[in-house]
């Protein structure tokens, strides 16, 4: 994943649109370019922690409650923060998605096939037995761009925070977790536990508890 995706960056950072172009097609293929690397690099977590609920008797549809269903959904994409190249994957994600329609490269073949798809459609059902399929994937939408956009103001935090005390240097998870924490940040669990409660509160907002 990390030399591609530092290739991928690379071009992405080119200012001129023919050379998006000749590269990727479009801004569009662009973003579909990374959010398939990125995608296929979390699928592996996604299924370990279906699996390791499924060890502990908790079966994953729709009837499992939108918290869990959100953790899911949110904390493999969350945790590729805590690496160099999730932080350069989510920045550009956040600054490509906007003018790509990210909901739309979303649904697209990017998505099939893959976890990722499975959970989000998982929170669609859950949600829509409460409010009706056509609301619950409106809220479902909005719900991801929330997602992206405060993954990617956290992405900038955390490059800010490498610029300041040295742009050449590689820093561990742990040694992040310790400047943002110097800064006034939450640490990377309690920046994710705080997404999923904030998240998943939109989405379960008129849900009965029992669904």
């Known amino acids: 994943m990390t030399a591609r995706i530092r290739d991928i960056v690379a071009d992405a950072k080119q200012s001129n649109d023919s050379a998006i172009n000749y590269h990727f097609g479009s801004r569009a293929g662009l973003l579909r370019a990374i959010l398939r690397i990125g995608i296929e690099a979390m699928e592996e977590q996604r299924q370990n922690e279906i699996d390791a609920l499924a060890a502990r008797g908790i079966k994953v549809d729709k009837n499992l409650d939108v918290s869990t269903l959100s953790t899911l959904v949110i904390r493999p994409i969350a945790d590729v923060l805590r690496y160099n190249e999730g932080v350069e994957f989510i920045r550009i994600v956040g600054q490509i998605g906007p003018y790509t329609r990210v909901q739309s490269a979303l649904r697209n073949e990017v998505m099939q096939d893959t976890v990722l798809l499975t959970e989000v459609e998982l929170l669609v059902d859950s949600i829509a037995q409460s409010i009706g399929e056509t609301p619950g994937r409106y809220r479902i939408h909005n719900f991801l761009i929330a997602l992206i956009a405060i993954l990617s103001a956290r ?57």
Not at 181 to 195: A, I, K, P, T, Y
């Open 155 to 211: 992405a900038l935090a955390i490059a800010a925070i490498r610029r300041k005390n040295s742009s050449d240097e590689d820093y561990s998870a742990e040694e992040i977790d310790d400047l943002l924490e110097e800064s006034g940040q939450l640490r990377h669990d309690q920046f994710v536990d705080e997404v999923v409660s904030t998240l998943s509160a939109g989405l379960a907002s008129g849900i009965p508890s029992n669904n």
